[in-house]
Structures are given as C-alpha cells and as structure tokens.
C-alpha cells in the first residue's frame, strides 16, 4: 500500500508519497496564499485546493497511491454548508478590532476549564468563530458543519464531515480536556449542534475516484501536525519522550507534565493527543522568528559562524512574533553588527536558547526528540544537547514527523504494518562558551523581563 500525506502548513505546504516501509518516495511543495476580502485576511482556497488535487491525481498515476492523509497547522476552521464554504478560511494572523475584542473576550471560559490561554490574534480560534459569528452572522447561520482545518480538506478532498480531537484539544477554547468533551463556550454560543460526530485520526472517512483512475482511494481523517509528530515517535516504544516539534512554530511537547505547573502567561496549555489524553505543551513561533532575525538566511550556516557570534556575544533576545514564553518583550540583536552568517547564526541560537528554556519551564527531563525542517543538518539538536548534557537527544531520521505520524495513523486505521524509521542519537555540539553564551542571555532577559513589569508594559 502507498499513501500520500498532505501536510499543510503555514508557511508551506506539501505533499509526500509514503510506502508500507517508512520511505518518502515523491514530494511537492507550494506556498499557500493569503488576501484580503471584506475586511479579512483569508486562504485563497481554490488556488491551494487545486494544487492538493493535482498533486494526488499525480500520485495515483505515477505511484499508484490507495489513500490520502491529511496533517494540517492549528488554529484554523472552516465553516461549511452541504458543499461549500458559507464564509473564506480566516488568516490566524490577525486581531480583532479592539472593540470586538473586549466583547468576545468576556465570553472565553477560564484556563482552568480549557488549558487555553488568552491568546492574540487567532492563536486560540474559538476567539475568530465568536469574531466572525459577530460580523457575518449568517455565514454561521447558513454553516452546517464546523470543521477543523485538517478535517476541512478530509471534507473537501470527499470525505464526510467529521471531528477529531486532537485538533479541537488544540488550544481553541473549544474542548475541556479534564471532560473530555466540549467547552462551556460550544454549549453557549450553541455550537454543538454543528459539531459532526468525532472519528480518531486516520479512519476512513469516504473515498474519491479521481479522473482517469481506476479505482477510487480512500480520504482518511486529518489531524493536527504536532500531535502527529508525537504519535511518530510515542509509536515505536522510546519510553517517555518530550517531542520538540519545529517549523513555523515551534511546540515542546511533555506528556510527563504535570499540569498544574502550566503558565498561561507564557503560552503554556494543554494539548490533546490522538486518543483524547491531555499533553502539557509550550510553544513559541520558532521559524518565523528565524526568519526575521536572520534576515530571510537561506540553507546551512557554518559552523565558524556560530563561534564566531559566541564569541562575539552576537545575541537575539525576545521575542519577534507574537505569543511564546516571553510575549511582553520586543525582539532585538544585541552585540557588534554581525555579518549575514553570524545573523543567521545569532537566529538558530537564539531558537536553541529558546527551547532550553522551554525544556526547563515544561519540566522536561526525559528524551528529548528534535524533529522538524529547523533541524535541517542536526545542528539545532546538537546545540540544545550541549546546553542539557544531563539529558538524552534524539532526532527525526527524516525532518518529516509531522508527515510521518500522519501517514501512520493512515496505515494503522486500515490494519496495515507501517515501519517509519528510528530516530537517530544526537551528540552534543562542541562549541566554546555556550554555556557561558546562555548564562549571559538568561540574564538579559531576566533583567528585561523585571524592567517590562514595573513599566507595565512592552520594552
């Protein structure tokens, strides 16, 4: 059997070609695109829907694929009546206006209901449904179902509607996880209704006879891209594990947890694994933040590059997005100005710092895997194995975890073996001064943090 996963990000999004045996046998990659229209940002759907279909008729011709997966980003949903959509797909990288907002906002239920912290823009997405609920009323009232992103394209691609709980369990003040079961926001807002039935992750939820095929494949349950890396690895019997899984954002991932160390200030929450069971997470926007601080930096960065910024005290302190761990502080590049290779060098530094001190504020001692597209030539795992010598590292074989622990789900629904490949040791990198490097980081944002509190606001 041979199954395409399409993994929607972001940033990017992609479609591989799995077989039985763990191996990516094609891929193709595109950028989704965003608009406005009517005072939104919104997905161009028909541009991104007619590249995922081309991509899977594709992949039935040339390798006879039988199914399709679906892993796709947080923060998303979809409105849809019996064929279509009734309002465009909301960009979660916009803010309400401040009116709007402080009506909405009164609506959230508590973090100790949700494990949702308030979070800007439409980090948590049951704060646009009460945004878009207020401003196109009827786009909710001609909405028969209320789907999730991944669980939109299942629909889409020909699969019935359906839910799927690790995508509802992902910080969108929708699910209780202690319940398990819907907030007191779906049951105010009368949401439930229009909640379809749940089915875990990779069931068969239809089938499609592409054109020209001989046979219809089957569409599988989509489900949230991080928690399919966790599944990837949970899998294969490591024993307990935090999953540091990288892109656009990055999401550590400690089952181990408890959860009442969890800090809603600092984008601690609860996610919701495949089965309904809650994983204590931290997270912060880890790729976009690379981005900016390495000014766009493309492909490898030397390793004397990295020194050279140690050495230098070239350093990028919190934060360049939105959201994460230290929300209050505005991003900025301290020390000599660097040349392009020690910016860029700066960045992964500076992402590393900032999963070290995610690793302490999840109470993470256990195996840490690193997978995703940041640790591209294993440098990120190496630099946070340095940084935590008294704990075991492990990295993805393959920088597609996320892909990976869809594509088993995919195999496991249908009682098919599916091999994905071990993770691989990671060893600590040997540069000089990191340590000390972290120590002087640690305090400067320690110190900014303390000045940001008695100013009361952003520094």
Not at 5 to 16: A, M, Q, Y
Not at 213 to 224: F, K, Q, W
Not at 279 to 286: A, L
Not at 299 to 317: C, N, Y
């Amino acid at each position: 059997m041979r199954l395409a996963v399409l993994d929607f990000g972001k940033t990017n999004s992609k479609l591989f070609v799995f077989s039985q045996d763990g191996r990516i046998l094609d891929e193709r990659r595109t950028q989704p695109k965003w608009a406005r229209k009517d005072g939104f940002s919104v997905l161009d759907e028909a541009e991104l829907h007619d590249w995922a279909l081309g991509a899977v008729t594709d992949a039935v011709e040339n390798h006879g694929v039988e199914g399709v997966m679906v892993s796709g980003h947080g923060c998303t949903f979809a409105l849809v009546d019996d064929a279509a959509l009734t309002h465009p797909i909301l960009d979660y990288e916009q803010e309400p206006p401040a009116e709007i907002a402080a009506r909405i906002d009164r609506s959230i239920p508590d973090f100790a209901e949700t494990f949702s912290p308030r979070l800007p823009l439409g980090f948590n997405y049951g704060r646009h449904m009460l945004w878009l609920q207020e401003v196109d009323p009827d786009a909710f009232a001609a909405a028969k179902s209320i789907l999730g992103y991944p669980q939109y394209w299942s629909w889409r691609l020909g699969g019935r509607a359906a839910c799927e709980v690790s995508y509802l369990g992902c910080h969108s003040h929708l699910w209780a996880p202690r319940k398990r079961d819907f907030s007191s926001l779906v049951d105010a807002q009368g949401w439930r209704g229009r909640m379809p039935a749940f089915e875990r992750a990779g069931t068969v939820i239809g089938e499609r006879r592409l054109a020209g095929a001989a046979r219809p494949i089957a569409i599988h349950n989509g489900v949230h891209d991080s928690n399919a890396a966790l599944h990837a690895y949970r899998r294969q019997d490591l024993g307990p594990l935090t999953v540091v899984s990288t892109g656009t954002w990055v999401i550590v991932l400690n089952p181990d947890c408890p959860l009442e160390v969890l800090d809603r200030e600092r984008d601690m929450l609860v996610n919701v694994d495949v089965d309904g069971g809650p994983v204590p997470t931290i997270r912060f926007m880890g790729g976009r933040e690379f981005a900016v601080i390495s000014d766009g930096w493309q492909g490898a960065i030397p390793h004397g590059s990295i020194q050279q910024a140690i050495d230098a005290g070239i350093m990028a302190l919190p934060s360049f997005a939105p959201g994460g761990p230290m929300p209050d502080s505005a991003g900025r590049l301290v020390g000599r100005t660097p040349d392009a290779g020690e910016r860029a060098a700066a960045a992964l530094l500076y992402v590393a710092l900032m999963v070290d001190l995610c690793l302490d504020l999840i109470h993470s001692q256990n195996t840490v895997i690193v997978d995703g597209g940041l640790n591209a030539g294993g440098l990120l795992a190496g630099l946070i194995a340095q940084l935590r010598p008294g704990q075991a590292f492990l990295q993805g074989a393959s920088l597609e975890g996320s892909a990976t622990g869809a594509a088993a789900l995919a195999f496991e629904s249908v009682g098919r073996e599916f091999a994905a490949e071990a993770p691989e040791a990671v060893y600590a990198a040997g540069f000089g001064g990191l340590a000390g490097y972290r120590d002087a980081w640690r305090d400067r944002i320690a110190a900014r943090g303390a000045a940001v509190k008695a100013a009361g606001g952003v520094r």
